[in-house]
């Protein structure tokens, strides 16, 4: 990978300053790139790993915080699947953690939304799922029944 940077590098400044006209489909920039996107979706994983770890440890807020980390990410990226999927994990934080269930609500409809707007039903069916988990920990039955019935 070094001598690939270094290459680039050079090309980048040959062309940069004049002395040399290279189309720039011949520059090495979507191999470079690639390679960014691949090492960024493990980064990205490996963050998610860190956030599971805390979690595990008991460390709640830390976890909270690096999931949000992660959603950030997948937010950037565009990536709706995984955001959706993140926000399912930070609803149940929320929820199972926390106690915190009117955030574990406001989390989990977003996700619903994602997942509706991707036309994912499995993950629609998950979101429903947890929302009426929610709403029944929240000790609000009937919101838990139709969420569940939905």
């Known amino acids: 990978m070094k001598n690939g940077w270094t290459i680039f ?3 980048l400044w040959i062309i940069l300053s004049g002395l040399i006209a290279v189309p ?3 520059l090495p920039v979507i191999a470079i790139d690639k390679n960014r996107l691949q090492i960024s979706q ?3 994983e490996a963050i998610q790993e860190r956030g599971d ?3 595990k440890e008991g460390q709640i807020t830390a976890a909270l915080k690096t999931y949000q980390q992660v959603l950030e990410i997948h937010q950037n990226q565009g990536n709706h699947q995984q955001e959706a999927q993140t926000l399912q994990i930070i609803g149940e934080v929320y929820n199972l953690d926390l106690w915190q269930y009117s955030e574990a609500i406001d989390v989990f409809l977003k996700a619903l939304e994602i997942y509706r707007e991707l036309g994912d039903t499995l993950g629609e069916a998950e979101a429903l799922t947890r929302l009426g988990e929610t709403y029944g920990n929240f000790a609000n039955y009937s919101t838990s029944i139709e969420s569940i019935q939905t």
Do not use: F, G, P
């Open 24 to 26: 720039i489909n011949c």
């Open 53 to 55: 770890r805390q979690r």
């Open 9 to 11: 590098k050079l090309t």
């Open 42 to 44: 493990t980064n990205v």
